[in-house]
């Protein structure tokens, strides 16, 4: 069965530090990998997904990720946080086949200190 | 492109009472929903899966009975939660695979609906 674990439930970094949000995922196919990010009382904003190709993925926002297949991993990175990337971010997993679905981690809460 | 469109965005319902949540796709046919649900400071949960003209499929925990979803029509899926009560107070989010004619697919979603039950 598909899953998504993100193992950081909260991640405290410095304004102006770099950023690397883990995330680990199974699932039987090549998966369709995304991470997403949720401000409080908002709806989900797509910062950037992976379907094939270039393993190293750009985002908006300044954010990238990485797919690593040999280690089942889809890391979240950013050189510098801003005070404004405070949020909760997902990574999901996911295909596109008519019935699939995107399962969800259970998310990161990012803190920052000013 | 593939923008699915949800209403309301916050609704506050007495206890006992129904509420329907609707998300129209505005420039795609959206043949698979996905209806997600979310409390509070947890992470997005799966309840269901509507197929244009056929039944939803719900997951394990999930009552069909009190979430009744309606998949009628390529733009329109519709989550009513019937006899609402407290414990149903929640974020709900929607959302679709789709395909575009270039580049690679996607799953778009609704903004979301914020319930209360009082």
């Known amino acids: 069965a598909q899953s998504v674990t993100q193992p950081d439930i909260h991640i405290t970094v410095s304004e102006g530090a770099s950023l690397e949000l883990r995330c680990n995922y199974s699932?039987?196919?090549?998966?369709?990998l995304f991470w997403y990010v949720q401000s409080p009382g908002q709806g989900l904003q797509l910062l950037l997904k992976?379907?094939?190709?270039?393993?190293l993925v750009q985002g908006i926002k300044g954010f990238e990720a990485e797919f690593k297949r040999s280690q089942s991993s889809f890391n979240l990175r950013k050189p510098s946080v801003h005070w404004s990337d405070a949020a909760e971010y997902f990574c999901?997993?996911?295909?596109?086949?008519?019935?699939?679905?995107?399962?969800f981690g259970k998310g990161t809460r990012l803190h920052i200190l000013p | 492109g593939a923008v699915v469109s949800q209403h309301p965005s916050r609704v506050i319902c007495k206890s006992g009472t129904s509420v329907k949540i609707e998300c129209r796709s505005l420039?795609?046919?959206?043949?698979?929903m996905f209806w997600y649900r979310q409390f509070p400071k947890q992470s997005l949960m799966l309840m269901a899966t509507?197929?244009?003209?056929?039944?939803?499929?719900?997951e394990q925990g999930v009552e069909k009975d009190k979430f009744l979803i309606n998949h009628a029509s390529l733009t329109l899926s519709t989550l009513t939660v019937t006899s609402a009560h407290p414990e149903d107070s929640s974020f709900y989010i929607c959302s679709a695979p789709y395909q575009p004619q270039q580049g690679a697919a996607g799953y778009t979603f609704g903004s979301g609906t914020r319930l209360t039950v009082v």
């Open positions: 992976y379907f094939s190709g270039d393993t």
């Open positions: 699932y039987g196919a090549t998966p369709y």
């Open positions: 999901a997993v996911g295909a596109l086949d008519r019935d699939d679905k995107i399962i």
């Open positions: 509507s197929n244009e003209g056929s039944k939803a499929t719900y």
């Open positions: 420039d795609f046919q959206a043949t698979t």
